[in-house]
């Protein structure tokens, strides 16, 4: 029953986007459910997990902090997502994400990550965690330095129909939300999973 409910919180968010009204609702219970059993697996944290839907319009919440054991979306905000437009012309990159995960080519990288450690940043609050890609689409985030940080061009409510900033690769949310963020994994005794879709 826990499970369904999540599956109906998700789907709500989703396709209560009006861009998205025509497309099929995602799976957001097959995700949940491979989330938890990632992170069992892995020895990462089995209380939460970050779940990112770039399908989303940028101007609406799309950065999920989803809890394992209640199965809800305890937190949720604005991120950004990456111009993809060093190798080309990308005249809808405000309305439609775009993925790539070679080097320097300001692209979103969709799969699974693992957020490493905390670190210094020149952007929003000065924290930045580095992000490791666990799959082929993001393998080279680290090269990239596609880290979570915040930005203070990013809003801490949504702006829709306007877009949020674009980044080159980087879920970059705002001050606010990155406080709420930094304060949860500094607690955290294992790994916790950053997994963005489309």
Same mark, same amino acid.
């Given at each position: 029953?826990?499970?369904?409910?999540?599956? /109906? $919180?998700?789907?709500?968010? %989703?396709?209560?986007?009006? !861009? #998205?009204?025509? =497309?099929?609702? *995602?799976?957001? +219970?097959?995700?949940?459910?491979?989330?938890?059993?990632?992170?069992?697996?892995?020895?990462?944290?089995?209380?939460?997990?970050?779940?990112?839907?770039?399908?989303?319009?940028?101007?609406?919440?799309?950065?999920?902090?989803?809890?394992?054991?209640?199965?809800?979306?305890?937190?949720?905000? /604005? $991120?950004?997502?990456?111009? %993809?437009?060093?190798?080309? !012309? #990308?005249?809808? =990159?405000?309305? *439609?994400?775009? +993925?790539?995960?070679?080097?320097?080519?300001?692209?979103?990288?969709?799969?699974?990550?693992?957020?490493?450690?905390?670190?210094?940043?020149?952007?929003?609050?000065?924290?930045?965690?580095?992000?490791?890609?666990?799959?082929?689409?993001?393998?080279?985030?680290?090269?990239?330095?596609?880290? /979570?940080?915040?930005?203070?061009?990013?809003?801490?409510?949504?702006?829709?129909?306007?877009?949020?900033?674009?980044?080159?690769?980087?879920?970059?949310?705002?001050?606010?939300?990155?406080?709420?963020?930094?304060?949860?994994?500094?607690?955290?005794?294992?790994?916790?999973?950053?997994?963005?879709?489309?």
């Amino acid at each position: 029953m826990k499970n369904f409910l999540f599956l /109906l $919180v998700l789907s709500f968010l %989703c396709c209560n986007n009006a !861009e #998205n009204t025509s =497309k099929v609702p *995602k799976d957001y +219970f097959k995700i949940h459910s491979e989330a938890f059993e990632f992170c069992k697996k892995e020895k990462f944290n089995e209380e939460y997990y970050f779940l990112v839907d770039l399908s989303i319009h940028s101007g609406k919440n799309r950065f999920f902090i989803c809890d394992f054991e209640t199965n809800k979306v305890i937190d949720k905000n /604005l $991120v950004t997502h990456g111009s %993809c437009d060093q190798f080309e !012309e #990308n005249s809808d =990159k405000w309305k *439609k994400v775009k +993925f790539d995960n070679r080097v320097d080519s300001h692209c979103s990288m969709k799969g699974k990550y693992k957020i490493g450690n905390r670190d210094y940043s020149s952007w929003g609050i000065n924290v930045k965690y580095w992000l490791h890609g666990l799959e082929s689409t993001n393998k080279n985030a680290e090269k990239r330095v596609v880290v /979570l940080h915040s930005w203070s061009a990013v809003k801490n409510k949504e702006v829709y129909p306007k877009y949020s900033p674009l980044s080159w690769g980087c879920p970059a949310v705002s001050n606010e939300f990155m406080k709420k963020i930094d304060s949860r994994l500094q607690k955290s005794e294992k790994p916790v999973l950053l997994w963005i879709v489309e």
